[in-house]
């Protein structure tokens, strides 16, 4: 069965500081990559995907994922953040062949940007 | 696009109640719509995978005649708890699946459930 680390259960930074935020996968087949993001009392709102082709995959609001399939991990970065993007950061697995249409998330990363 | 509405946006009801949720595709065709529940700083555990005219499938746990789902069109899915107690107060998101798209879905704003 697939499953999702989020390594970090926390992330505290300044701002404009760098972040990154980390996210392995274990499947042995291949997968589409998803993160998501969530503010508080809101639904979830899809940050990048990673499908095929490039493995470094830019998405909205400045953010940037790159895929090793070597190391199974897509991690979540940013080079400079902003008190707005203080939310909570999922990352989530969808099997390409399993025939099952189910996202597996993981326990999600909660990012604070501090002034 | 690809906009996922959910109503109401919040609601508080009695012990013993039912409680209707409503999920909408607002601009697109949903053929499989998610129905999640998330607790309070944790993440989204799925409940049923509901499909336009069949029966939901249910994940292991959840009780199908305590949620009762129903997907009667492309672009409406409702979830329904049934006589509601204090411990199904819950964030309930829905999220609803193109089938042209890889396995994408959008979410709906959540509804926060609290029975008193």
């Known amino acids: 069965a697939q499953s999702v680390t989020q390594l970090d259960s926390q992330v505290p930074v300044f701002e404009e500081a760098p972040v990154e935020l980390r996210c392995n996968y274990s499947?042995?087949?291949?997968?589409?990559l998803f993160w998501y993001v969530q503010y508080p009392n809101q639904g979830l709102q899809l940050l990048l995907k990673?499908?095929?082709?490039?493995?470094l995959v830019k998405g909205i609001n400045g953010f940037e994922a790159e895929f090793n399939k070597s190391q199974t991990s897509f991690h979540l970065r940013k080079p400079s953040v902003h008190i707005s993007d203080t939310a909570e950061y999922f990352c989530a697995v969808s099997d390409i062949q399993g025939g099952s249409e189910k996202l597996v998330f993981g326990k999600g990363t909660k990012l604070t940007v501090n002034p | 696009g690809a906009v996922v509405s959910q109503h109401p946006s919040w609601v508080i009801c009695k012990s013993g109640t039912s409680v209707k949720i409503e999920c909408r595709s607002l601009?697109?065709?949903?053929?499989?719509m998610f129905w999640y529940r998330q607790f309070p700083k944790q993440s989204l555990m799925l409940m049923a995978t509901?499909?336009?005219?069949?029966?939901?499938?249910?994940e292991q746990g959840v009780e199908k005649d305590k949620f009762l789902i129903n997907h009667a069109s492309l672009t409406l899915s409702t979830l329904t708890v049934t006589s509601a107690h204090p411990e199904d107060s819950s964030f309930y998101i829905c999220?609803?699946?193109?089938?042209?798209?890889?396995?994408?879905?959008?979410f709906g704003p959540g509804t926060r459930l609290t029975v008193l």
């Open positions: 509901s499909n336009e005219g069949s029966k939901a499938t249910y």
């Open positions: 601009d697109f065709q949903a053929t499989t």
């Open positions: 499947s042995s087949v291949s997968v589409y």
């Open positions: 990673y499908l095929s082709g490039s493995t």
């Open positions: 999220s609803a699946r193109v089938a042209a798209l890889t396995n994408e879905q959008f």
